[in-house]
């Protein structure tokens, strides 16, 4: 075959690299297993080796992730067996047993035998990706070879797979390493092997001439990711473990510190022999710091060239420092003329007024805090730096993400322009919350000081992306583009300069930006701010892809220019006005009367004695201004207390005034503002529950009931995993969550959150949408890969006893390319439900799984004529036919009637799970289970208390309930006859 001459050549062109290098680690002895027949492993790669293979979160096909992710939902597992007759090895993914089936020929079914189903690790034809969960109609069988380091193995595509174009082939790694691939050599992806394709020394294609089939076929640069573990669950920490501390020590064997015949070579290979010795003896830690160590003093020495340019003033330390490369690997030694070193540095730079070398990882060089690795996704605080969110410092990657800041954040080397080094640091995010970079410098002399970096603000093809990313030392900013640029009387705190920048279109060139920041008690805080407010750069509307307020950043210097007495009374100055202006807003009297003007005869105490006051003015003003706020909405629910009639206006009446009478004569201090303003909340409560009258609208008793209140959102339109919705309780598999970190804990990690739901183009009965909110702007839903228990509940208390009417818009019913998602989606309130389906679409036993408080059933989805005696417990909503042209992505009323008793109390919302209503089993396809959902309403409907709905009454399900005569689709529309498919009649599921 021609694939096994191309695969020999391709083999001992990889051997004479590998012999030709002259600084290739060695590879360790990893805690592997051997292969063995009806054992189960997970798969790991040589050249990722903290990676494992796992599905994707969007369409299940194969990926290779952290260990963090193959431990949580996505990670596969495969189970290796032999086939002695072909001598060759394939790999089961998973097994279904599926029942016998009984023949039913009145609704077209056929008997079946009980019977196993497989699926298997192999590609599919015509494509290049390996894939899991796939049923060949053939088992893809592979040779299996011994790899290149003890213990791994190549997987080569065998003889009889159904991809016969990669037989031959082994299976490895696309060029991100992200993938497992096995194109094959003559098609575009198989130059994508991690390491790309061997190049002649004209740069043009390494290429192996197939004689038989006249063809040529690329040749592969690196063949480590041809190389797979198989490893059992119980070794993933220590294989872990080990791959990470030997990915260091090989990217250091193949960096560019240090090259053959250079004067650091000698030191070089004496810190490789060492690690590689260490990491042999199971030492890990001991080796990567003996790999950081001389790292560390490399770039030293390089920063040490640099700094004294065509000077010889530190040729003395330089000398003792490469001396020391060359001779010492021993981690304390090398630490040691390290700091020598740097501290010869930073008295040269002292000297010269520089004292960048004063602030820590100054060019984001160091990557310690992401584990030596350039990051794409979220990371912690780069090393040496601290990061607020919305005023809250955060360090970790779990902690940046808890604070909303979920799609970049971290260190790569996607940058250009005023950088220095490979590297720098930025954030990019949907929407940009209030953020700060930041690191203190002490023991400073009082006096300017200039602050430097490259920054960048760049639009894109949707416009600008500017908001109010500036650079900032004490209380001095340079915002990035010129003062006409943003609204007046922004961050009274600081005194603001402007870089007089244009926005370019870019997301890579950083552009130098520099403040004059004044220094008034020895210390000089100083980095990058910036938020997603685009009002203050006086834009009209945000970027429609998101991305408000991001910036990249690198190459931060700072320069003492000495002490400035007009730097120093601008600063005071600035300071005191801003004071005058907080003082004369409204907040508590008595405090008011102690801000009074500070002296000036010593300017930096004052400066410092104005920040201190500041602090507490802008706190009192701030619980003021919020106080006001619900003042103003407190009266707006007066006026439609008043429109509606309730009994309760005149108490709300005065319980406001008396709030505004208190505000206006600077009563309340700030402490006490939290308490004044529940009790307005209480006072407008009593109000509304005095209009709860038999046939009142009473929606306004349920707290949030359209998602317009976005107080806990920490991004109003999101994509992701947000805050649970404010006045919303949220359980998953039957646990309360709240936060975002609390909702991925319990698997749900695509989309879990409040946006505006999807811009559409959909004309039903002569009617055009073009979104789906159908109340306010928002909707909240769901959507995961897989659907556990969901329920969204909220308790109502006071209420009259009597029958309700609860509705709210779902959708549910989705036939896109992620399947058929219905499940069990239903409103509820206390026992009574209304499901999204029809009757015909359930049975009894697909709620065993599901609160013990569905006792009562409706339907509801695109039935007509279908009606049933609210007082039997159930109540089936009409609607009419269902025009299946709008893909099912409309919102959709649910409607059912439910009893309050004595207690006045009523718990309503929304359930769903992935189980299926007709077989009660767990749905496969992704997403089964989803939903968007708005609008809840409430009507009073009448002051009986139906006895068998009441709380606290049981009664079982009745089966046999009345459906719709007729023929009708899937989508609910109605038919003569049935015809070939799946339909739906007389209320009955029938297969034709």
């Given at each position: 075959?021609?694939?096994?001459f191309?695969?020999?050549?391709?083999?001992?062109?990889?051997?004479l690299?590998?012999?030709?290098?002259?600084?290739?680690?060695?590879y360790?002895k990893?805690?592997?297993?051997?292969l063995t027949?009806?054992?189960?492993y997970?798969?790991?790669n040589?050249a990722?080796?903290?990676?494992?293979?796992c599905r994707?979160?969007?369409?299940?096909a194969l990926?290779i992730?952290?260990?963090?992710t193959?431990?949580?939902?996505?990670?596969v597992k495969?189970?290796a067996?032999?086939?002695a007759e072909?001598?060759l090895?394939y790999?089961?993914?998973?097994q279904e047993?599926h029942a016998?089936?009984?023949?039913?020929?009145?609704?077209?079914?056929?008997a079946?035998?009980?019977y196993?189903s497989?699926k298997?690790?192999?590609?599919?034809?015509g494509t290049?990706?390996i894939r899991a969960?796939?049923?060949?109609?053939q088992i893809?069988?592979f040779e299996v070879?011994?790899?290149d380091a003890?213990g791994?193995?190549?997987?080569k595509?065998?003889?009889?797979?159904?991809?016969t174009?990669s037989?031959g082939?082994?299976m490895?790694?696309?060029?991100?390493?992200e993938?497992p691939i096995a194109g094959?050599?003559?098609?575009?992806?198989?130059p994508?092997?991690y390491g790309?394709v061997?190049?002649?020394?004209d740069?043009?294609?390494k290429?192996?001439?197939?004689?038989?089939n006249e063809l040529y076929?690329?040749v592969?640069a690196?063949?480590?990711s041809c190389?797979w573990?198989?490893v059992l669950v119980?070794?993933?920490?220590?294989?872990?473990?080990?791959?990470?501390a030997w990915?260091e020590?090989?990217?250091?064997a193949k960096?560019?510190?240090c090259t053959?015949?250079?004067?650091?070579?000698?030191?070089?290979?004496l810190t490789l022999?060492?690690?590689?010795?260490?990491?042999a003896?199971?030492d890990?830690?001991a080796?990567r710091?003996?790999?950081a160590?001389k790292?560390?003093?490399y770039m030293q020495l390089e920063?040490?060239?640099?700094?004294?340019e065509?000077t010889?003033?530190?040729?003395g330390?330089?000398?003792a420092?490469?001396?020391a490369?060359?001779e010492?690997?021993v981690?304390?030694?090398?630490?040691a003329?390290?700091?020598v070193?740097?501290k010869?540095?930073?008295?040269y730079?002292?000297g010269?007024?520089?004292?960048?070398?004063?602030g820590?990882?100054?060019?984001?060089?160091?990557?310690?805090?992401?584990g030596g690795?350039a990051t794409?996704?979220?990371?912690?605080?780069p090393?040496?730096?601290?990061?607020?969110?919305n005023?809250?410092?955060v360090?970790?990657a779990d902690e940046v993400?808890?604070?909303g800041i979920?799609?970049?954040h971290?260190?790569?080397?996607?940058c250009?322009?005023?950088?220095d080094?490979?590297n720098?640091f930025g954030l990019?995010n949907?929407?940009?919350?209030?953020y700060?970079?930041?690191?203190?410098i002490?023991?400073?002399?009082?006096?300017?000081?200039?602050?430097?970096c490259?920054?960048?603000?760049g639009?894109?093809g949707?416009g600008?992306?500017?908001?109010?990313q500036?650079?900032?030392?004490?209380?001095?900013s340079?915002?990035?583009a010129?003062?006409?640029?943003?609204?007046?009387?922004?961050?009274?705190?600081?005194?603001?300069?402007?870089a007089?920048?244009?926005?370019?279109v870019?997301?890579?060139?950083l552009?130098?930006?520099s403040?004059?920041?004044?220094?008034?008690?020895?210390?000089?805080t100083f980095?990058v701010r910036?938020?997603?407010?685009v009002?203050a750069?006086?834009?009209?509307?945000n970027n429609?892809?998101?991305?408000d307020?991001?910036f990249k950043v690198?190459?931060f210097?700072?320069y003492?220019?000495?002490?400035d007495?007009n730097?120093?009374?601008?600063?005071?100055d600035y300071?005191s006005?801003s004071l005058?202006?907080v003082?004369a807003?409204?907040m508590?009297?008595?405090?008011?009367?102690t801000?009074?003007?500070v002296?000036?005869?010593?300017?930096?105490?004052?400066?410092?004695?104005?920040?201190s006051?500041?602090?507490?003015a802008?706190?009192?003003?701030?619980?003021?201004?919020d106080?006001?706020?619900?003042i103003?909405e407190?009266?707006?629910?007066?006026?439609?207390?008043e429109?509606?009639g309730?009994?309760g206006?005149t108490?709300?009446?005065?319980a406001?005034n008396?709030?505004?009478d208190?505000?206006s004569n600077?009563?309340?201090?700030?402490?006490?503002?939290?308490?004044i303003?529940?009790?307005?909340d209480?006072a407008?409560q009593?109000?509304?529950h005095?209009?709860?009258?038999?046939?009142?609208d009473?929606?306004d008793l349920i707290v949030?009931?359209?998602?317009?209140?976005?107080?806990n959102?920490?991004?109003p339109n999101?994509g992701g995993?947000?805050?649970?919705?404010?006045?919303?309780t949220?359980k998953i598999?039957?646990v309360?969550?709240?936060t975002?970190?609390?909702i991925?804990a319990q698997g749900?990690?695509?989309w879990?959150?409040?946006?505006?739901?999807?811009?559409i183009?959909?004309e039903?009965?002569?009617?055009?949408?073009n979104?789906?909110?159908?109340d306010?702007?928002?909707?909240?839903?769901i959507w995961n890969?897989?659907?556990?228990?969901i329920?969204?509940?909220?308790k109502l208390?006071?209420l009259?006893?009597?029958?309700y009417v609860l509705?709210?818009?779902?959708?549910?019913?989705n036939?896109?390319?992620s399947?058929?998602?219905?499940?069990?989606?239903?409103?509820?309130?206390?026992d009574?439900i209304c499901l999204y389906?029809?009757?015909s679409?359930?049975i009894?036993e697909c709620f065993e799984?599901?609160?013990?408080?569905?006792i009562?059933?409706a339907?509801?989805l695109y039935?007509?004529g279908l009606?049933?005696d609210?007082?039997e417990?159930?109540e089936?909503?009409?609607m009419a036919?269902?025009d299946a042209?709008v893909?099912d992505?409309?919102?959709?009323t649910?409607?059912?009637?439910?009893?309050?008793?004595?207690?006045g109390?009523a718990?309503?919302?929304?359930?769903?799970d992935?189980l299926?209503?007709?077989?009660g089993?767990?749905r496969?396809?992704?997403?089964a289970?989803?939903?968007k959902?708005?609008?809840f309403t409430l009507y009073f409907?009448?002051?009986k208390?139906p006895?068998?709905?009441?709380?606290?009454?049981k009664?079982?399900v009745?089966?046999g309930?009345?459906?719709?005569?007729?023929?009708f689709?899937?989508?609910?529309?109605?038919?003569?006859k049935?015809q070939?498919?799946?339909?739906i009649?007389?209320?009955?599921?029938?297969?034709?």
């Amino acid at each position: 075959m021609k694939n096994n001459f191309i695969m020999k050549c391709m083999a001992c062109l990889v051997m004479l690299l590998l012999a030709g290098s002259m600084h290739a680690a060695t590879y360790p002895k990893y805690p592997v297993q051997s292969l063995t027949d009806g054992q189960t492993y997970v798969l790991a790669n040589l050249a990722r080796p903290t990676g494992y293979m796992c599905r994707t979160d969007w369409d299940n096909a194969l990926r290779i992730q952290d260990k963090n992710t193959f431990l949580g939902q996505y990670g596969v597992k495969i189970t290796a067996h032999y086939d002695a007759e072909k001598a060759l090895w394939y790999f089961t993914t998973s097994q279904e047993e599926h029942a016998a089936v009984e023949a039913d020929p009145e609704n077209g079914i056929e008997a079946k035998d009980a019977y196993t189903s497989y699926k298997y690790l192999g590609i599919p034809a015509g494509t290049n990706n390996i894939r899991a969960e796939q049923d060949f109609g053939q088992i893809p069988y592979f040779e299996v070879t011994p790899g290149d380091a003890e213990g791994f193995y190549r997987l080569k595509i065998a003889e009889g797979h159904q991809h016969t174009a990669s037989i031959g082939v082994c299976m490895h790694l696309n060029a991100g390493g992200e993938y497992p691939i096995a194109g094959e050599p003559t098609n575009g992806w198989y130059p994508d092997f991690y390491g790309g394709v061997e190049l002649e020394e004209d740069g043009s294609e390494k290429v192996i001439y197939d004689e038989e089939n006249e063809l040529y076929y690329r040749v592969m640069a690196d063949s480590t990711s041809c190389n797979w573990a198989f490893v059992l669950v119980d070794d993933i920490d220590r294989y872990n473990d080990m791959g990470a501390a030997w990915k260091e020590v090989a990217d250091f064997a193949k960096s560019s510190y240090c090259t053959d015949g250079s004067d650091y070579e000698a030191g070089f290979l004496l810190t490789l022999a060492e690690a590689e010795k260490l990491l042999a003896d199971g030492d890990l830690e001991a080796a990567r710091a003996t790999i950081a160590a001389k790292k560390a003093l490399y770039m030293q020495l390089e920063a040490a060239y640099n700094l004294q340019e065509e000077t010889n003033t530190l040729d003395g330390a330089i000398e003792a420092a490469v001396e020391a490369f060359n001779e010492k690997a021993v981690v304390a030694d090398v630490e040691a003329a390290c700091e020598v070193l740097k501290k010869a540095c930073r008295d040269y730079e002292m000297g010269l007024g520089y004292i960048t070398s004063m602030g820590a990882n100054m060019s984001f060089e160091d990557l310690s805090s992401q584990g030596g690795n350039a990051t794409s996704g979220v990371a912690g605080a780069p090393t040496g730096w601290n990061v607020y969110v919305n005023g809250k410092q955060v360090v970790t990657a779990d902690e940046v993400r808890a604070a909303g800041i979920t799609a970049w954040h971290g260190i790569n080397a996607d940058c250009a322009g005023y950088k220095d080094g490979n590297n720098g640091f930025g954030l990019w995010n949907s929407v940009v919350p209030e953020y700060e970079l930041s690191q203190t410098i002490s023991g400073l002399e009082n006096g300017t000081y200039t602050i430097s970096c490259g920054l960048m603000v760049g639009a894109n093809g949707a416009g600008s992306r500017r908001t109010t990313q500036r650079v900032f030392g004490n209380q001095n900013s340079t915002l990035f583009a010129s003062a006409y640029d943003y609204a007046e009387d922004i961050f009274q705190r600081e005194y603001k300069t402007y870089a007089e920048l244009d926005e370019p279109v870019t997301d890579t060139e950083l552009m130098q930006v520099s403040v004059r920041a004044y220094v008034y008690d020895g210390t000089l805080t100083f980095g990058v701010r910036t938020n997603g407010d685009v009002a203050a750069a006086l834009r009209e509307g945000n970027n429609g892809a998101g991305g408000d307020g991001w910036f990249k950043v690198d190459h931060f210097t700072i320069y003492k220019e000495g002490f400035d007495a007009n730097d120093q009374k601008d600063l005071f100055d600035y300071l005191s006005t801003s004071l005058e202006k907080v003082a004369a807003k409204p907040m508590n009297a008595e405090f008011a009367e102690t801000l009074t003007a500070v002296d000036d005869s010593d300017m930096d105490k004052g400066i410092a004695q104005i920040l201190s006051i500041l602090d507490e003015a802008e706190a009192e003003a701030a619980a003021y201004a919020d106080l006001k706020k619900a003042i103003d909405e407190a009266y707006e629910r007066l006026e439609i207390c008043e429109e509606n009639g309730y009994k309760g206006v005149t108490a709300f009446e005065n319980a406001i005034n008396d709030v505004n009478d208190n505000y206006s004569n600077g009563v309340y201090k700030a402490t006490e503002i939290s308490s004044i303003k529940s009790l307005l909340d209480e006072a407008y409560q009593t109000c509304l529950h005095s209009g709860v009258e038999e046939g009142a609208d009473v929606s306004d008793l349920i707290v949030n009931r359209s998602f317009e209140d976005l107080r806990n959102q920490i991004d109003p339109n999101s994509g992701g995993i947000d805050n649970v919705p404010y006045g919303w309780t949220l359980k998953i598999n039957g646990v309360e969550v709240s936060t975002p970190d609390e909702i991925r804990a319990q698997g749900v990690n695509a989309w879990c959150a409040v946006n505006q739901g999807d811009n559409i183009n959909v004309e039903e009965n002569g009617v055009v949408y073009n979104h789906q909110y159908t109340d306010g702007t928002h909707v909240w839903g769901i959507w995961n890969a897989s659907i556990p228990q969901i329920e969204l509940s909220q308790k109502l208390t006071g209420l009259d006893p009597g029958t309700y009417v609860l509705t709210a818009d779902v959708m549910a019913r989705n036939t896109d390319w992620s399947g058929h998602n219905l499940t069990t989606q239903r409103i509820f309130a206390q026992d009574v439900i209304c499901l999204y389906g029809m009757e015909s679409d359930y049975i009894p036993e697909c709620f065993e799984g599901t609160s013990s408080d569905d006792i009562y059933k409706a339907y509801s989805l695109y039935t007509e004529g279908l009606s049933l005696d609210p007082d039997e417990g159930y109540e089936f909503y009409n609607m009419a036919d269902h025009d299946a042209s709008v893909n099912d992505i409309l919102l959709r009323t649910l409607e059912l009637h439910f009893g309050v008793d004595e207690s006045g109390e009523a718990t309503i919302g929304f359930r769903t799970d992935n189980l299926d209503g007709w077989t009660g089993e767990a749905r496969t396809e992704q997403a089964a289970g989803w939903f968007k959902l708005d609008n809840f309403t409430l009507y009073f409907e009448s002051s009986k208390v139906p006895e068998n709905i009441a709380v606290g009454i049981k009664a079982p399900v009745i089966a046999g309930q009345r459906a719709a005569k007729g023929v009708f689709d899937l989508s609910g529309r109605k038919y003569d006859k049935a015809q070939k498919g799946v339909f739906i009649v007389n209320g009955k599921k029938v297969v034709k």
